[in-house]
């Protein structure tokens, strides 16, 4: 129940930079569809035609984004299965990417290789995804050229999942309760978001934790690759 209130409040967090991120191609069908009406008065056929695969592809962005919402927001299961790790991190770019832009975040993410798998869930997989890059982006409200790295290694059997950010790093005092229930130094913070990705992972057989770093934080997912 936790894992989904969390969920939810994530939702909450985001939904203005989505529902941007969904109103802008509605504008634009609505533009190419009014184009369209009028090529079609002048017996533009062509121009009418360019028109309609715009709102075609306009169409199918905004599917993608409602269906990441869908599922997203779905109650799921917790068994384990193969997950891809890139289509992880894509669903959690996806719902946090307007608010990316707004905040003028730069993404420096070095991509895995496509078929790399690791043994998850995928909607609580992205969940940690999400969580963990809503608070980089809060940690670089006033930092210059505020940047979030995200890396992805392979070794053995085992993958690592790392999202660091260049910001004032995590204070020495809350280093240690980290990972304690209701610890936070955010003024409208819980304390829960990181205690339940960090028990999302263990559920997965993984680890979540803190990277010691001269710099900014890093935090890393550790999971076993799917065979």
Do not use: C, W, Y
């Not at 905004?62 to 384990?80: C, M, N, P, Q, Y």
């Not at 043994?119 to 670089?140: D, F, G, P, T």
């Not at 999942?161 to 020495?172: E, K, L, Y």
């Not at 990972?179 to 057989?205: C, E, H, Q, Y």
């Amino acid at each position: 129940e936790l894992i989904q209130a969390n969920k939810l409040a994530t939702l909450g967090q985001i939904a203005a930079g989505v529902a941007h991120e969904i109103n802008q191609p509605i504008a634009a069908i609505r533009t190419h569809a009014d184009s369209a009406g009028l090529h079609l008065d002048a017996d533009d056929g062509a121009s009418a035609r360019r028109s309609l695969v715009s709102i075609a592809g306009l169409t199918e962005r905004v599917g993608l984004i409602t269906d990441e919402l869908r599922a997203f927001s779905r109650k799921t299961r917790s068994e384990t299965v193969a997950v891809g790790v890139e289509a992880a991190i894509d669903g959690a770019l996806l719902l946090v990417g307007a608010r990316i832009r707004e905040k003028g975040v730069m993404i420096n993410r070095q991509p895995a290789p496509a078929d790399l798998a690791v043994l998850a869930e995928r909607n609580r997989l992205e969940q940690v995804v999400l969580n963990l890059l809503q608070n980089a982006i809060e940690a670089l409200k006033d930092t210059p050229d505020p940047t979030i790295g995200i890396g992805v290694e392979t070794s053995g059997k085992r993958v690592t999942i790392r999202i660091s950010d260049n910001g004032p790093g995590v204070a020495a005092g809350m280093r240690e309760r980290l990972f304690t229930p209701f610890s936070t130094d955010k003024r409208d913070g819980l304390g829960l978001g990181l205690v339940i990705s960090r028990d999302i992972v263990a559920a997965f057989g993984g680890e979540l934790l803190l990277e010691p770093s001269a710099s900014g934080a890093v935090f890393v997912i550790r999971l076993a690759r799917a065979k």
